[in-house]
């Protein structure tokens, strides 16, 4: 009979060598498996929903333009603008438009909709959404309030 | 007949051990490789997040802030009159901030790169160089200036985006 040892010793060690090849494949298929930057960060829906309270619009009052959180409490109050335009107007036209101008929606883009809920003492009175409502968004919540009257807006980014 | 069945074991042993040998050789280059790029990649990720808490101190530093200039005092406000005024002397800030760049933008931005000739009909004022080389990060924040229409001065404010560019990490 002849002897197969060395043929036996070659076949182990072609079996080692392929279970660290495989191995090493998984290794350096996790070590090149990075996480990418979020669509949207967290601090960025907070940060923008600030500012766009501090956005200045058209209605004037006492001679200086009011900003879109003032202009929330005059809505309320159904003020007229000295301009002669009404307050819910300039505002909704504002937030309709700083809103379309910074997030990009669509089902080709990251972000896949928005949503701005504004609320004048309890009651809801503005209410967009553009876009998907997806299972994943980011969102933060601004309020104010002044002598009797308080303010909440909602803001989701929905990615 | 000389037996040559030792000298056959010998060279068997030889052959497997420099095969071994070979093996572990390359499973250390490929794993010193991923370590390298893995620390190159934690340096870049550490610049990232300095930049990061960079933008938030930036827009509440004294360099740029609206302090009480517009009203009551506001928190992430640029004042972009203030930070023409900082273009002009950026030559003692340049390496104050540990940043490649800055940017601040008007939203939307028309891509109008704000210089002393053509303030304020533009909407982005680079602070360090004209270029905005390696990494970014950007957080929103109020953008306000003053606004001069006939006599009347009025006070307004954009939503905009402050942009810090940082350089990847060289190993």
């Not at chain 2, 933008?55 to 009203?71: D, H, I, M, R, T």
Request: glycine share 6%; aromatic share 10%.
């Amino acid at each position: 009979m002849r002897n197969k040892n060395g043929q036996e010793e070659i076949v182990g060690f072609g079996i080692i060598l392929i279970v660290i090849a495989v191995i090493a494949l998984i290794f350096i298929s996790l070590t090149l498996n990075k996480t990418g930057k979020a669509e949207v960060e967290d601090f960025e829906s907070s940060s923008f929903l600030k500012a766009l309270m501090e956005k200045t619009t058209s209605c004037e009052k006492n001679a200086n333009l009011v900003a879109i959180k003032d202009l929330v409490f005059e809505c309320g109050r159904e003020y007229m603008c000295s301009n002669g335009e009404y307050s819910c107007d300039v505002l909704n036209e504002t937030l309709e438009q700083s809103l379309h101008e910074n997030w990009r929606v669509g089902s080709q883009n990251p972000i896949k909709g928005y949503s701005l809920k504004v609320n004048y003492e309890g009651d809801i009175y503005f209410n967009m959404l553009e876009g998907n409502i997806t299972s994943e968004y980011k969102g933060s919540m601004q309020n104010y309030s002044k002598v009797n009257e308080n303010i909440e807006i909602y803001f989701k980014v929905y990615y | 007949m000389v037996s040559n069945k030792a000298q056959i074991k010998i060279q068997q042993m030889v052959f497997m051990l420099l095969a071994v040998f070979i093996l572990f050789v390359l499973i250390g280059l490929i794993v010193m490789s991923s370590r390298l790029s893995k620390l190159k990649n934690s340096v870049t990720e550490l610049k990232e997040k300095e930049a990061l808490e960079l933008v938030s101190k930036l827009a509440n530093s004294p360099e740029f802030s609206c302090g009480n200039s517009y009203g009551n005092q506001k928190s992430d406000c640029i004042d972009y009159d203030k930070l023409m005024a900082l273009k002009s002397n950026i030559n003692n800030y340049k390496d104050f901030w540990g940043v490649s760049n800055i940017e601040v933008r008007k939203m939307p931005n028309k891509d109008v790169n704000c210089t002393f000739e053509n303030y304020p009909n533009c909407d982005a004022i680079r602070l360090i160089n004209e270029e905005m080389l390696g990494y970014s990060v950007s957080n929103f924040v109020s953008v306000c200036y003053k606004e001069k229409e006939g006599e009347t001065v009025s006070n307004k404010c954009d939503i905009g985006k402050l942009i810090i560019s940082y350089e990847e990490a060289e190993l």
